[in-house]
């Protein structure tokens, strides 16, 4: 069975920046969109970034500007530059990678701003 693996996570300071991966443990085909979903505490998760197979790329609101989203086709590995970093982008993130058959998700690692 694929799993995603997530690194990245931390705390960091406000205005501060972090990077986040995630690449699977095997074989993934008939990627359709690779992104990036996070969850605060008592919030549903939403969506940060998604980069489809023709790199197409879709923001939230609250990560244009200071959020890049990337990918390395060779090694199915996906990436998140988080800049600017602000207390309210305090989450678990979860990588996700949609395929013709199926969702894949990450167990999630915490990014936690401090003021």
């Known amino acids: 069975q694929v799993q995603l693996k997530e690194s990245g996570g931390g705390l960091v300071q406000a205005g501060g920046s972090l990077r986040l991966s995630c690449a699977p443990s095997?074989?993934?085909?008939?990627?359709?969109?690779m992104g990036w979903f996070r969850q605060a505490p008592g919030k549903q998760r939403e969506l940060v970034a998604t980069?489809?197979?023709?790199?197409?790329?879709n923001y939230a609101d609250s990560a244009k500007g200071r959020f890049t989203i990337s990918r390395d086709n060779a090694k199915n590995t996906v990436y998140l530059q988080m800049n600017s970093l602000k207390p309210e982008d305090t989450a678990v993130y979860y990588c996700n990678i949609y395929t013709l058959n199926r969702d894949y998700w990450g167990q999630g690692t915490q990014v936690t701003v401090s003021s």
């Open positions: 095997g074989t993934v085909d008939s990627i359709i969109a």
């Open positions: 980069i489809t197979r023709l790199n197409t790329i």
